[in-house]
């Protein structure tokens, strides 16, 4: 007898519907108040956000999802699946030739300025791509997969934070914020392969653009592991979520404020799993009168956290 697919079946990269017993029975809400403070925000996004959220894993008989990264179930199933679409991406690259990336994009006053940080990011690493790759050939077999996650502190906290992060606020930070209010950080993780360059002439490339302090760096994947144990813990990491910041001095948890904040902003700009990965994948064809393709997926990052081993001073 021929058994029903489940989440594990789908294709790479593709969403799967929270079927599994593991998944179901996870919490739905990322955090318990999240919804409270929706509803108590009382905006169109917000109340939005709450009825599709509720609705996953009832409507439908049950196979609603409602995509959001608010929804436990939902974002645990987006992680497989970009796990997954990694592994595939990179399927033929040497680990000699990949490395975890790490950009600090900028930090912002308000959040209705992280999606325009984001996609000025997009499209700056698009036109360094396309520049080295006009320069030279070896240039497209360079590929990499790369994933948003933004950070928040309070403008009061500004002063406590790491000697790096003080360093990089002072060179990319808002000329002006509110001391009551956070300030929010843009930042990316993935993966690069380097192909025929070579990862530090890579990283000096990219370096020549993105040249703050620690504002970009690569760490080389674990010689002691395998490729695919290297890419899934790389993407676990890329995609977390902790709702945490790292002072110099103590670790602060996020009031559910900031939470739900963060949550409106994100369903009003990307409305689902949207705009928030970027792939570059390698060129083997004259791209003389072509652009690099830089595709930026239909579909949010949600945050999965996990323990990782790389040490990342950022």
Known sequence: MRRSPGPCDAPPGAFVAPKLNTVMSRPRWLVDPLRSELVRMNTDTSLALVRRVDRCGEDWHGRFQCQRMACQRCRWCYVQAQKRAALRQFADSSPEDMAMLTVVIGAVPGTDAIGPTWKGFGKALRNVMEFQRR???????????AWLEVDAVLGADVPRLKPIK?????????????????????TCHGLIDSGEVGLDRVERALKDHWHGTRQLH???????????ANIKQVASYALKHRHKTELADRTMTWPIEWVAEYHNWLGSWSRGFQSVKLSINPSRFDIVDRPVVISEEVEPMPFEHSVSTFTMIY
Do not use: C, M
């Open 135 to 145: 320069r030279s050939e070896a240039w497209r077999t360079v590929q990499a997969i």
């Open 166 to 186: 003080t360093a990089q606020f002072a060179e990319i930070g808002p000329l002006s914020y509110r001391l009551n209010d956070p300030v929010w950080w843009v």
């Open 218 to 228: 690569l760490v080389r994947l674990h010689r002691n592991r395998t490729k695919e």
